[in-house]
C-alpha cells in the first residue's frame, strides 16, 4: 500500500490559478483541486468540442474560464491578477511531437513565449506563493538506456523538446535573476507519458487504440519498441500537488526546483506491450505502420523518481496493467454515468489505494 497524504485541509479554498485547464492533463488537475476544495481559475484557449473539459462539465466546478491565448501577456497577467491566487499550475502548451515537426515556430512561441509571459507574471504580482512549471520528460540530452536524474545534461532535437528545455532555461534564469523570485518559489516539473479516461489528442497511443476500437479497424502502432515511462495521469497531479503545498510552507527552500515524476521502471514499457493489452481486452488487431515516413523520436525514456520519493514521499501507485484497467473501466462506465463522478470516484480509489 502506497499511502502518501494529499493534505486536503490545505487545499480548502486556496486560490489556484491553472493554464492550459482546458486540455486532458489540465481538465483532470480541476477535477482533482475541485474534489479537494480549491477555487480554480483557468486560463486556456477554448476546449475541443470532444473533450473531457466539455464531457465533464468543468466549467461548472471552476469558478472562471478566461479562453485567451497564451501569448497574450496583459491578458494573462490581468486574469492572474484578478483570480488573486496564491498557487500557480502551468500546463498550457502545444504538447505533441508530431504537430511540432508540422508547424515549429507555434511550437516554440507558444511554449517559450507562454513561459516568459507566466513569469513576468509571477514577478510583478504579490500574492503568489508556488509555481509549479510543467515541462516534460523529453528535456534530457537523449542518451541509450539512459536513466534519467534531475541533474543529468538537459539537450532536445524535435521543436517540442527543445522548446521545453527552453522553458527550463528560462525558469532557471528567472528564479536566479531576479531577488523578488526568490521568495516565491518556482519549481519544474518532468513527467512521464501520462494515460488515462479522456484524452482524445492525436497521435498518442490510448486515444489511437479507442479510435481504432470505435470504427472497427487495426491500431497502427509507428514504433511498438519505443519504450515510455507509463503512468495514469493522477500520479504526477498528485505529486505537482504535493509539491506545491511544500513550496508554499516554504520547506523546500534548499532543493534544486525540478523534479521528475515518473513510474517504477518496472513500468517502464514498450509501445507494443501496451497497445497489446488493450488489443486483447478489446478484441481489435495490432497492425505495425508501414510506408510512411516516420518522424524521429527518442527510442526509450526512462525517469528516476528517486528525489520526489525522498523529499515528498510521493510514490506511483497503479502499476501500467492497473492503469489499463482503469482506463478501460472509465470509458466503459462513461456511456451510462455521469463523467465528472466516473472521474471523482476513480480519484478516490486512487487516494485509497
Known sequence: MNNFIINKKFWKNKKVFITGHTGFKGAWLCIFLHFLGAKITGYSLKPQKKSLFNLA??????????????????????????????????LAAQP???????????????????TINIMESIKNLKNIRSAIIVTTDKVYDVKKNKIFNETDLLGGSDPYSMSKVCCELICKSYYKSYEKLNKKIIATVRAGNVIGGGDYSKDRIIPDIYRSYNKNTNILLRNPNHVRPWQHVLEPLAGYLILAEKMYKKELTDKVQNWNFGPNL??????????????????????????????????????????SKKYLKWVPKWSIDKCIIKIIEWNTLIKKQNVLEVCEKQLIDYLKD
Do not use: M, W
Not at 462539465?57 to 488573486?84: T, V
Not at 515537426?101 to 517559450?112: E, G, L, Q, R
Not at 486483447?280 to 528517486?306: F, G, H, M, P
Open 266 to 307: 518496472t513500468d517502464c514499457r514498450t509501445v507494443k506491450y501496451v497497445a497489446e493489452k488493450f488489443s486483447k481486452k478489446l478484441s481489435i488487431k495490432l497492425q505495425v505502420q508501414k510506408n510512411k515516413k516516420k518522424i524521429k523520436e527518442t527510442y526509450s525514456l526512462r525517469l528516476n523518481n528517486a528525489k
Open 96 to 114: 505533441l511531437v508530431s504537430e511540432s515537426y508540422k508547424n515549429p515556430k507555434n511550437t516554440f512561441d507558444t511554449n517559450i513565449l507562454g
Open 57 to 90: 462539465n468543468i466549467s461548472e466546478i471552476i469558478l472562471k474560464s478566461y479562453f485567451e491565448d497564451i501569448r497574450n501577456a496583459s491578458k494573462l497577467k490581468f486574469a492572474i491578477s484578478k483570480s488573486n491566487a496564491d498557487i500557480i499550475f502551468h
